[in-house]
Structures are given as structure tokens and as C-alpha cells.
């Protein structure tokens, strides 16, 4: 966000917060695509700024570096994913669903539904090209999403409950995985539907 450095109109200052978000907006979408294309290792500076139209001093000042840049696309990609899911896990609770079980569920399609649309994107993080500190932002994002889903199933806190819900979050992560390899919708449909199965049985 630009800080105002001036008494200017509230119309300039907000067209020139849009530019910003913009800028960097462009800067991730091309990232997205050149890192499809290249993976992390290969993809080119010279190549996301070319895509996004925009140039290497702005690509620094708004992300730091390929690194940075990598870490940025990932952190968005998962925000969006938990946005949808609390979206689709609201309306159900607006409609008047109030089982844990059922509103994980609406929550875990949502979640796979996003996926199976990002799945190149989602191949890049799970491949392995990956830039150092990857890994430890993958696992702190992944115990905010343990104590979450443990909030919606209203496990308990003792260890047979923590470790439930662990072992679910693990399925949800690995089945998103298998959705973004499947080769067809249909199998990754299957693939979907036998996560749901063995969330089920370890819920219950």
C-alpha cells in the first residue's frame, strides 16, 4: 500500500493505491505463468517483467527478488484458497447446516474445486523446484490450517483429538495434491470422493 505523502485528494491518493495494487497484481499473474512454464530454477526475471509489462525495478521494489516473488505467488494462492472455503462454509451455515462434518466437507470440495482450476500452479509447489524457506512457510501454514480445521470440527484438545485432526488435514493436503496430477476431472472427482470417505471415518 502507498502511503500518502501529501494533502491530495482522497481520488488521487485511492487511483494511485489502484495502480499499486495492479502493478503488483500483474507482476504475480505473470510469475504464475513463467514459473508454470520454467519452474522456479529457470524462470527468468527478464521473462515475468517482460510478461507483465512492467520492469525489474518495480518487480524489486515490490517483492525483492525471485525468491520473494515465489513465496508472494504461493501466499496469495493459498489466501484465495481460504477465502473460498470460508465463503462456501458460511453460506452453508447461512442456509442453516450446522454439522461439523458436513460444513468440513462443503469446505474440502471448495478447497479441491480451486485446485483442480490452479492445477498447473498448484504442480509448481508440489513439485519440488522450490526456493529455500519454501518449506518453512509450507509447514507453519499448514499448522494454522490444523488449528482451524479443528475449530470447524470441534475436535478435542487431548492428543487422540490433535492428532485426529492432523491425520485429516493431512488427507485433505495429499488428496488436494493427487487432484492436481490427475490426468481427467473424473478422476480427480474420484479422488475427492474417497478423501471424503476416509475424512468420514476418522471424524465420526
Do not use: C
Not at 483442480?116 to 522450490?130: A, C, P
Not at 495429499?174 to 496430477?181: D, K
Amino acid at each position: 500500500m502507498v502511503r500518502k505523502t501529501s494533502q491530495i485528494a482522497p481520488a488521487s491518493g485511492s487511483w494511485q493505491w489502484t495502480r499499486t495494487a495492479s502493478t503488483r497484481r500483474n507482476i504475480l499473474d505473470a510469475a504464475s505463468s513463467v514459473f508454470i512454464e520454467h519452474g522456479f530454477t529457470d524462470a527468468g526475471i527478464s521473462d515475468i517483467v517482460a510478461r507483465s509489462g512492467s520492469s525489474v525495478g518495480s518487480l524489486y521494489h515490490h517483492f525483492g527478488g525471485k525468491t520473494e516473488l515465489f513465496l508472494a505467488l504461493w501466499d496469495d494462492y493459498q489466501n484465495e484458497h481460504e477465502r473460498l472455503v470460508a465463503a462456501a462454509v458460511a453460506k452453508a451455515r447461512k442456509n442453516g447446516e450446522d454439522d461439523p462434518l458436513t460444513l468440513f466437507n462443503v469446505g474440502s470440495r471448495t478447497y479441491f474445486d480451486y485446485t483442480w482450476k490452479h492445477r498447473d500452479l498448484e504442480r509448481v509447489f508440489i513439485e519440488g523446484d522450490t526456493p529455500p524457506g519454501f518449506e518453512v512457510l509450507r509447514r507453519q501454514r499448514g499448522r494454522e490450517w490444523i488449528r482451524q480445521n479443528s475449530v470447524l470440527l470441534g475436535t478435542s484438545e487431548d492428543t487422540l483429538g490433535r492428532l485426529t485432526v492432523a491425520v485429516i488435514t493431512d488427507i485433505i493436503t495429499v488428496a488436494g495434491h493427487e487432484v492436481a496430477l490427475s490426468a481427467t476431472k473424473r478422476e480427480a472427482d474420484d479422488v475427492v470422493n474417497a478423501a471424503a470417505v476416509l475424512v468420514a471415518r476418522l471424524a465420526r
